[in-house]
Structure formats: structure tokens, C-alpha cells
């Protein structure tokens, strides 16, 4: 782009920005009929000019003009030559909107208007000019999408801006982003090397993906062949042929391409060139018939290779030979080997911060999975710590749980006050629905774990029938809040979705909930007395069967909490329950049957385990489960009452 546009560009951005001046009070329209030819017709060699002249006005309704006529949104009336646009092209007849007011001014047909569609180039010139207001913008958006086009298409003249605007910029997203545009300008168009180094070492530090991106491209490589070492390249790594790195077949054929060597012969070519020398049935002196193995073939061959009528096949003694001859290597695209010593030196430090925080970024991710697997897992402690039930149909209170968070948000619009209600009201349901298990079923088969197992399994298998009746075999909507769909964002290499965030709030809240209830309240008094020696505790007037009720009732109501909690982010189906209830068991038989604490713990180590897992094999995350379920086996044999061991009926006292 010529240097007056920049200095007229400049212009206009200061006379548009800072204040009006005589030029704006003329009529847009009155400009632009100055070059009207000019607009009309634009090339990439005159559009500067026609430029020039524009922007120099300083009129405030230019870069609108200046969009619509880049987006080829611009027109001219035929009968009178004004520039107008319209309201719908596909219209007919076209609606004709005046460019200053938008107001409509009448009414012409296809035939009546000519629609102004400057070419690609004319367009990324129209494209500068405008990304230099924008640059200027009062809109933080505007100012953004105006760097992310200058660091998609960058030029050097918009260096001198991009300083200038990183020197006033207050908004901290933006700034960042000019800390990055603005070394990626120095490296692409700086001519000195000290220039371009004190650049990239501004990068130190930087994890962003832009940053990274702009070293990435000064150690791009290209791989070539040479018969020495050449003194002119900017050498990354040479390379030996048969390696990891270049294997044996590769490297000859780069040397086939350079003309360096010969090319390879194949059969099915050594057999064409045969059939195409064939004369009197015979082929380099030997008879067709005769020419059924490769050791024929080969001779035949040999003979048209000696009378010229065939390429010679390089011997594997040629081809290594040729292969010791010459040098390979990659080269760096960057001819300066300072500024790559310096690219790799930054990158490489850049990398081991994002390591950190890429090990940060799992912390998050295994506390975040501990989280859920607590809150699914809570409730079934206190079932199975305290009563000794093995409930297999836990994952169903968790999936009724998010039905009821599903029917209430569809008679509650707000999602904040439907997720308010829905917490309360899948508790109570759960509850209720626990105790009706409890006491139509679970009550007769105390001690008696294998048809307590049996029977709630059927129950499991029954409940989600019950819901497919109700609510079909399709996924339902649980729509979270707009303030939890978004996520928190540390850097490109961190972030945790709010949902996440949200849950993890709840388990600490149900955490805290439930040891108060335990261990400050009279209920978590009798429960306790209940699960260390029952008979005692009937003989001082404690009702192990109301206590039984009740604790069954507390874990059901918890997992449907958790089901309204996991149904924010997971599919809401009927068998939802059966994602999580594996993972239940495992964390309440590590963590120890019947204590929150060593639920706590448990879910921790599980979800911890989990996410490493599926880090160090992310394209299979069904292994990881596999994995888990052996390390719950090889643990049990070690640690059988789990990581804190509670005393009394549910460890088999």
C-alpha cells in the first residue's frame, strides 16, 4: 500500500476519532461523486489514489462506504450516477436506500442499477484501510476482529498502529492480543536481526496459541538433498538415511528427484518395457516362453539395458553407495540462524510453562471428575456404609433426579429459578421414593446382601422401564444458565467449564451438610450408634428400623441432588444412572464403606486416576475404565475395608 494512503489514512482516523472537522460537514455523496469513474471502475494500480483522495475528507461516514463497497454492498443508479444501496438485491424491484441515512429514496429495476464488484485485490487494499479505523473503534470488538485481521493478513504498515495503539489500549483482552500482533509484525517484516530477536524475546512466556504459532513459523523446515554440506542453509538437523526419521526408501527417492541417482525400476515396469521390446517372440535374445521367472526376466532386461533400449536398474550396491555420497537434511525456511536459535530458545521455554499449566489444567479436570464421582457416590456410602445394602439401583435415583430438573424447567422458564427449585424438589422425590423401597422391600432382606443385590437390580431394570413409558427413549434437554455455559479461562492452555465449577461448589456444600448431620445432630447421632452396634443402640431407645428408613431415604434424596447436578452437562435418558454407578461403588470401596471422609478421598484418587489415564491414552477413554477397575482389584487385596476403614456393622463386626 503506497506510504501517502497510510499518512492519509492516519489523518482520517485522527479527524474521525478526535473531532469533527469543516470536511464533515459535507455530503458523503457529494465526495464520493468527485471519483466516481474511479469507483466505479477500480483497479489495484489506481485504487490507492482514489484512496487517498477519500480518506484524506476525513468524513465520518466513509468507513461505512468503505464496508459496503469492500463487501461489494454497494451500487450506483444509472440515470443520475448516485451511489446508493439497496435494501434486498434479490428484490424485485430493488429497493434503493440513500448512503448516508439509510432512508429509502425509491424504487429501479436489475436493469437500472449497476452493483459496484471491485476485485480480490482492490478489496484487500479497500480491506487495510479499514482495519486501521477499526483499530481506533470505541467497540473492543471492533478493535479485536480488526487484530485478528491484521495477524491473518498482515502488512508493515500497520506496524507503526498497532505501536501506537498498544501505547493507550486499557481493555487487558486486547492489550494481549496487540502483545502478540505486534512482535509477529517485527519478526515478518523487520529487516534488522537485533530487531527481530528483542521481538520473539518479548514472546518469552507468552503460552497463548498465537504466540507459539508465530515461533512455529520461524522454525518451519523444509527437507532437501545436497552432495556436501551447503554453507548457505540455515542447517535444523542433518539426517541418515534408514532411520526413524528418514527411511532408506524415502531418502532415494528424494535423490531420484534432485537427478541425483537413477530411478528404481519396478517388476510391473521391467515387465511393460519386456512386453514392449518383444520381436520374433523373442526379447534381448531369449525366447518368450522362457522368460517365467524373475532370474529370466532380470537377464532379458540386462540385454536391452546394454543396446539401449532400457533404463539400467541401480544394484543395491549402487543405491547405497549413493545414498553414503550424499548429505540430507533439514533446513529452516528462516535463513538467519540467529533469529532460529533465538525462535527455538523461546519456544522451548515457552513449552515447559505450558507443561505446567497443562499439568494444572489435569489437576482441574481430575478435581472436577472427583467432584461428580462424589456427589454420585455420596449417597451410596451412607447406604451401603451404614446399612450394608449393595443398591444397584442408586444410578436410577440419579437419573430420576435429572427428570425431575427436566419436568421442572419445563413448567419454570428462568433456568436460574427451574435449577433453584429442582434441587429441593429431586431430593424430596428421590427421598420419598427411597423410602418406599426401603420399606416395601429392602426392610425384609437385611443381612442377606445377595437378594438385596438381586432385588434391587430388578428394581434398577424396572425404574428406567417406567421412565421410557413416561418420557420415550430420546435424550431431553437440561439446559443450564447463560452464567454456567461458559467456562473460565486462565490462558489457551487452562480453563474449566462454570458447570464444573458449579459442581464442585455443590459437593463441597454436601460435604459440609452431611458431616454436620453426622456428627452434630441427634439423626447423625442414632446413625452412628445404628451402624456400630445395633442392638445397643435398641437397647437405649434408638428404632434401628426408623433409622434404617431414614438413612436409606438421605442417600436416595443425595443422588437425586447429584442427578439434577450431572444433568446439567451429561445427557438426561433413562439409563443415564448406569454411567456412574460403577464408578460409585469403586469410589466408596477405596475410600471406605460408610465414612464421607474416605468417600471424599476415594473420588479423588478414582477421578485423579481416571483423567491421567485418559491423558496418557486419549484416543482410547474405554481403557481407562478398564484400568480402573484393575486398580480397585489390585487396591481391595491390599487395603479390603478401603483407605479409612469404618468399625462396626458395615465392616463386618
Do not use: C
Amino acid at each position: 500500500m503506497p506510504k501517502r494512503l497510510i499518512v492519509a489514512t492516519a489523518m482520517l482516523a485522527l479527524a474521525f476519532f478526535a473531532g469533527p472537522v469543516s470536511a464533515q460537514d459535507r455530503d458523503l455523496q457529494d465526495i464520493l461523486q468527485e471519483h466516481t469513474e474511479q469507483i466505479a471502475d477500480p483497479s489495484r494500480r489506481t485504487v490507492g489514489e482514489t484512496l487517498d483522495a477519500l480518506v484524506a475528507t476525513g468524513h465520518p461516514g466513509l468507513p461505512g462506504f468503505l464496508t459496503r463497497w469492500q463487501s461489494r454492498e454497494a451500487w450506483l443508479r444509472n440515470a443520475d450516477g448516485l451511489f446508493i444501496y439497496v435494501e434486498d438485491e434479490d428484490a424485485d424491484p430493488l429497493v434503493l436506500l440513500d448512503i448516508s441515512t439509510g432512508e429509502r429514496i425509491g424504487e429501479a429495476g436489475s436493469r437500472e442499477v449497476t452493483q459496484l464488484r471491485p476485485n480480490g485485490g482492490v478489496r484487500r487494499v479497500i480491506g487495510s484501510a479499514l482495519v486501521q479505523f477499526q483499530l481506533n473503534s470505541d467497540d473492543p470488538e471492533v478493535r479485536l476482529e480488526a487484530l485478528e485481521a491484521i495477524a491473518d493478513d498482515p502488512e508493515e504498515s500497520f506496524l507503526p498502529l498497532v505501536e501506537e495503539r498498544l501505547e493507550v489500549e486499557e481493555d487487558p483482552t486486547i492489550r494481549a492480543r496487540l502483545e502478540v500482533v505486534r512482535p509477529g509484525l517485527v519478526i515478518a517484516f523487520a529487516e534488522e536481526d537485533a530487531a527481530r530477536i528483542a521481538a520473539i524475546e518479548t514472546l518469552d512466556g507468552n503460552v497463548s496459541l498465537a504466540a507459539r504459532a508465530i515461533l512455529n513459523r520461524l522454525l518451519t523446515t523444509r527437507r532437501d538433498v545436497a552432495a556436501d554440506v551447503p554453507g548457505d542453509e540455515n542447517i535444523a538437523r542433518l539426517l541418515v538415511p534408514g532411520s526413524d526419521a528418514l527411511p532408506r526408501a524415502e531418502a532415494y527417492d528424494m535423490l531420484v528427484e534432485a537427478e541425483l541417482a537413477p530411478p528404481l525400476i519396478l517388476r510391473a515396469e521391467q515387465r511393460d518395457v519386456l512386453a514392449a521390446n518383444i520381436i520374433d517372440a523373442r526379447v534381448g535374445g531369449i525366447p518368450v516362453q522362457s522368460l517365467n521367472t524373475d532370474a529370466a526376466r532380470d537377464t532379458a532386461y540386462a540385454a536391452l539395458v546394454v543396446d539401449g533400449l532400457a533404463d539400467p536398474i541401480p544394484t543395491e550396491a549402487e543405491i547405497a553407495a549413493v545414498l553414503e555420497a550424499n548429505v540430507f537434511f533439514d533446513a529452516y525456511r528462516e535463513p538467519s540462524q540467529t533469529v532460529t536459535d533465538a525462535a527455538r530458545a523461546t519456544l522451548d521455554s515457552i513449552e515447559a510453562r505450558v507443561g505446567v499449566y497443562r499439568f494444572f489444567d489435569l489437576s482441574l479436570d481430575g478435581i472436577s471428575l472427583a467432584s461428580i464421582y462424589f456427589l454420585a457416590a455420596i449417597g451410596l456410602a451412607i447406604t451401603f456404609g451404614v446399612m450394608g445394602v449393595i443398591n444397584m439401583a442408586h444410578g436410577e435415583f440419579i437419573m430420576i433426579g435429572a427428570y425431575t430438573g427436566y419436568v421442572v424447567q419445563t413448567l419454570i422458564a428462568d433456568y436460574t429459578l427451574s435449577i433453584a427449585v429442582a434441587l429441593p424438589l429431586a431430593f424430596l422425590v428421590t427421598f420419598a421414593l427411597g423410602v418406599l423401597m426401603e420399606r416395601s422391600v429392602i426392610r425384609w432382606l437385611y443381612h442377606r446382601p445377595l437378594e438385596t443385590l438381586l432385588a434391587t437390580f430388578g428394581m434398577s431394570i424396572a425404574l428406567q422401564q417406567i421412565i421410557r413409558q413416561i418420557f420415550g427413549t430420546q435424550a431431553r434437554p437440561f439446559t443450564p444458565p447463560d452464567w454456567l455455559a461458559g467456562a473460565i479461562t486462565v490462558n489457551d492452555v487452562v480453563s474449566i467449564s462454570s458447570i464444573r465449577i458449579a459442581i464442585f461448589i455443590l459437593a463441597a456444600i454436601f460435604f459440609v451438610l452431611l458431616w454436620l448431620i453426622l456428627n452434630r445432630t441427634r439423626l447423625g447421632l442414632e446413625v452412628r450408634a445404628v451402624t456400630q452396634n445395633p442392638a445397643m443402640a435398641a437397647s437405649m431407645g434408638i428404632n434401628p428400623d426408623r433409622i434404617n428408613m431414614l438413612t436409606f431415604g438421605l442417600g436416595s434424596g443425595i443422588a437425586g441432588v447429584a442427578g439434577v447436578a450431572i444433568g446439567l452437562f451429561a445427557q438426561v435418558t433413562p439409563d443415564m444412572g448406569a454411567n456412574y454407578i460403577v464408578q460409585s461403588f469403586m469410589t466408596v470401596v477405596v475410600g471406605g464403606v460408610g465414612n464421607i471422609f474416605g468417600t471424599l478421598i476415594g473420588s479423588g484418587m478414582i477421578g485423579g486416576l481416571q483423567k491421567a489415564i485418559e491423558w496418557l491414552n486419549p484416543s482410547n477413554t474405554l481403557a481407562a475404565q478398564t484400568y480402573m477397575i484393575l486398580f480397585v482389584i489390585v487396591f481391595i487385596q491390599f487395603r479390603p475395608r478401603g483407605i479409612i476403614a469404618l468399625k462396626g456393622r458395615a465392616a463386618g463386626d
